[in-house]
């Protein structure tokens, strides 16, 4: 093993160790211990490249798959770490063959070329969005391979709000799960893929995805929905109430009696806030929407975190547990979300109660004119 | 006796779940936040309250083992690095905020509370804690305690051990004493709650804390002045002091500092100046007005080069902020990072920077300093690579240097930071043969044994 980096040096220095990551981690608030915060994994990663620790000890391997990958401990690091990068490259040696998880195995399997024209054909069924014929300039808008089979309406309404948005259903991955999952090169081959099938503007309504597309596609070309609507595309929100219709018009429960404005919280989408920093737009949409309420820690980790939830469900819970203790007092119509994942994993924790967890595409698709 | 079993007996105690013993559970406590310390611990307890500490305590007496009490290992003197071996204690499981009590004035709390917890529960309260450590983020009141921490706001408050009203310990030998109390008044017995703030572990573990709260000020705002050097801000230093004022608030970064919290922070600040104050003031709104102009004014006469007020809260805590995290920020520049914590007289502050100036460039080396300038708490930061050991000898010399140079100007080798492994071969000269022999015999009547946090104070 000695001689093959697995770390960038550079990046595993940066560090110096100060913890002032450790209260933004959601694992190291679940435990109290050292191993499970930012700075005792890099500690573990440090003595792996340093060969004091091998990639197969035990604490080494439970670490590399304890963490929710939320980077929350990003933009609270002074000192500019980035972990989000540590832990691909990581998980690139923890996760090969036989030491990756059963389930992550299986997941990015299906993720594969069979499974995604499988996913197409799905999507298409369950018609995520229709494609429409329209030239290569027009921005594109990305379907997402868990959102589309998921959440098909989710990108249905982002077309309803813009029409000029192109969607072709032939697109691919994003690679998103894969640099997350152990295989960060095939992750950046299947962003360079979507990148060349959606020339131009590529705009997303999943922030997972977001992130992972403008890590390898850059800034420039990469816009997420509700930077993208803020920046005065499609229609103006301050036109909008957040009143949810039905397909003839009529406003749904529980605002069908009430014309107050609706209290709208928001869950960030980790990667899209602590990865593309995009966390205030979706906050000035809604509330030109309706109410704003912010969640408290609405940007710490809701327990999904890609695959998280299905690959570790009893630690996503307990990540996911003290967020619902905070919304069962916020009285919310609606918890907006930015992210499929997200979407998911409030969804079923918020079924039976009275807030109705939407993508904010939703949620702004079928506002009631003002 | 062997880890293994060690660690049953433990189990004993704690429960099976709350002793860790594997190789890599032991290399994440083999360390704190200071650099170029490392030992591992052969297990690590998680005790669940008072009675299992004094439990873990008791065995470890018993059997001779070194114990480390720790909590988030954020201090920078190397004070939670495990030199001996043996058991690290760590707290983070007492993190309950037990009671503030606003007629009385006080909060009790666990040692696992980070100090901005207890600092957002008293602000709740319309109350303030006033301890301000840079790391409040992360770092635990007990930890703070036993450490003596100091913070952003000592000129006109003072530091920790001026608002620890009562302590709750677990004895070596196991018993749990509680020292203090809820009052202000009080002078039954020699002050052991003194003499336990600031003693690192060394002499007890620390189970609760009961500290003082005062009512939040109206209001509290910061500016910013610029200078050429260090030095001309020390002695603006001096000259507000001079001119009668306490500001709540009084820090200072050089160009190095300010040009790594810049890169971090965005706030603004201008990158040209040589050195930059942060000065602030809280209290009665008016007053607070009037404070800030009359420091603004005499930073002006003394040659500052622009001096600006901070137009909103929002705007001041950004700026406390990024002071907070100049350390943090400066590691941007090197792999290795060495903060070093010296204090002189405040009229000594200019001679200080100057002479830190000189030393840093005789050694060739990258030194930043920043630090409380209205208290003399300096806080020379040298960055450099970790690879290179010969640069890293230079620095040892440097700071031995500059250790001396505190001392020779009537100050000390630690103003906040506390001694831990670091400063441990400078404490004699700081305190001398006899002083050092009657610390030893404390430790021994608190700690028979021999076995809290060896290779620290009392060794």
């Known amino acids: 093993m000695a001689g093959d980096k697995i770390f960038d040096d550079e990046l595993l220095s940066r560090c110096m160790s100060c913890g002032f990551c450790l209260p933004s981690c959601p694992t190291y608030r679940l435990t109290g211990e050292e191993a499970s915060s930012p700075r005792g994994r890099i500690t573990l990663m440090r003595a792996v490249q340093e060969d004091r620790l091998d990639v197969t000890d035990p604490t080494v ?61 799905l999507g298409l069924v369950r018609r995520a969005a229709v494609t429409r014929r329209g030239t290569e300039a027009e921005p594109h808008l990305m379907l997402g391979c868990v959102e589309r089979v998921l959440y098909p309406k989710v990108s249905r309404s982002a077309r309803r709000l813009v029409p000029a948005l192109r969607a072709p259903a032939v697109q691919g991955c994003c690679g998103a799960l894969h640099a997350h999952n152990g295989e960060s090169e095939r992750g950046r081959r299947l962003a360079r893929r979507l990148g060349r099938r959606l020339p131009g503007t590529i705009v997303t309504t999943s922030g997972g995805c977001s992130a992972h597309l403008t890590a390898e596609l850059g800034a420039d070309r990469v816009v997420e929905f509700s930077a993208w609507i803020a920046a005065g595309n499609g229609p103006d929100p301050a036109q909008l109430r957040a009143i949810m219709l039905d397909e003839n018009g009529e406003p749904l429960p529980p605002h069908a009696s009430g014309g107050r404005p609706a209290r709208i919280g928001l869950q960030d989408s980790c990667h899209l806030r602590n990865a593309v920093g995009v966390w205030r737009e979706p906050r000035e949409l809604i509330a030109r929407l309706g109410e704003y309420v912010e969640v408290p820690d609405a940007g710490g980790c809701c327990g999904a975190a890609g695959s998280y939830s299905v690959l570790r469900p009893a630690d996503s819970r307990a990540v996911l547990a003290p967020k619902l203790d905070a919304l069962a007092g916020l009285d919310l119509d609606y918890l907006a979300v930015v992210n499929p994942g997200c979407y998911r994993q409030l969804a079923g924790a918020l079924k039976g109660s009275r807030t109705r967890v939407v993508h904010l595409a939703e949620l702004l698709a079928t506002a009631a004119p003002s | 006796m062997d880890s293994t079993e060690l660690a049953r007996r433990l189990a004993e105690i704690v429960g099976e779940r709350h002793v860790r013993i594997a190789e890599g559970d032991l290399e994440a406590y083999a360390r704190d936040a200071t650099p170029l310390f490392r030992h591992r611990p052969d297990v690590v307890v998680f005790p ?77 309260a319309g109350l303030l804690y006033v301890p301000d450590p840079g790391s409040q983020v992360v770092s635990t009141v007990g930890g703070n305690v036993a450490t003596c921490a100091g913070g952003l706001r000592g000129l006109k408050y003072g530091v920790t051990r001026n608002y620890v009203l009562g302590l709750e310990v677990a004895l070596a030998t196991g018993e749990i004493i509680r020292t203090g109390g809820r009052l202000w008044k009080d002078v039954a017995g020699y002050d052991l709650t003194r003499l336990l703030t600031g003693s690192e572990g060394t002499l007890g573990v620390i189970t609760e804390v009961t500290v003082a709260l005062v009512p939040k000020p109206a209001a509290a705002r910061t500016g910013v002045a610029y200078f050429t050097d260090l030095a001309a801000a020390g002695r603006a230093v001096a000259a507000v002091i001079g001119a009668g004022i306490t500001p709540a608030t009084c820090e200072f970064l050089d160009r190095t500092c300010v040009a790594a919290v810049e890169d971090y922070a965005h706030l603004g600040l201008d990158t040209d100046a040589g050195a930059l104050l942060l000065f602030g003031d809280d209290g009665d709104p008016e007053m607070v007005e009037a404070s800030l102009a009359r420091i603004g004014q005499v930073c002006t006469e003394q040659g500052a080069t622009g001096v600006t007020l901070a137009g909103s809260i929002a705007a001041s805590e950004d700026l406390l902020a990024a002071r907070r995290c100049s350390l943090p920020a400066l590691s941007r520049l090197g792999s290795l990072t060495i903060l070093e914590d010296a204090t002189v007289p405040r009229p000594q502050l200019a001679e200080m920077a100057d002479r830190i100036a000189a030393i840093a460039a005789k050694h060739r080396l990258t030194i930043g300093t920043f630090g409380h300038a209205g208290d003399g708490n300096l806080h020379p930061t040298c960055v450099l690579d970790a690879h290179d050991t010969e640069a890293i000898e230079r620095s040892h010399a440097a700071f031995g240097e500059i250790f001396a140079a505190a001392m020779e100007l009537g100050g000390t080798i630690t103003g906040e930071h506390g001694v831990g492994a670091a400063k441990l071969p400078y404490l004699e000269r700081r305190l001398g043969a006899d002083q050092l022999a009657l610390l030893r015999r404390i430790k021994s009547a608190f700690d028979p044994a021999g076995i809290l946090n060896p290779g620290k104070l009392g060794s």
């Open chain 2, 48 to 124: 669940g309250d008072a009675t299992e500490v004094a439990a873990v305590l008791t065995l470890a007496t018993e059997l001779s083992v070194p114990v480390v009490p720790r909590g988030a290992g954020s201090n920078l003197a190397a004070a939670t690095v495990p030199l001996a071996g043996g058991i690290v204690l760590v707290l983070t499981r007492l993190t309950r905020i037990l009671e503030i009590s606003g007629p009385e004035l006080l909060a009790r709390v666990q040692p696992g509370v980070s100090t901005k917890a207890l600092a957002d529960a008293a602000a709740a």
């Open chain 1, 61 to 121: 391997l439970a670490q590399s798959e304890f963490c929710l990958g939320c980077r929350a401990c990003e933009p609270v690091c002074p000192a500019g770490v980035q972990y989000g990068q540590l832990l691909e490259q990581w998980r690139d040696t923890e996760w090969q063959g036989r030491r990756r998880p059963l389930l992550a195995r299986g997941l990015l399997a299906m993720m594969s070329f069979v499974g995604m024209v499988g996913i197409t054909l």
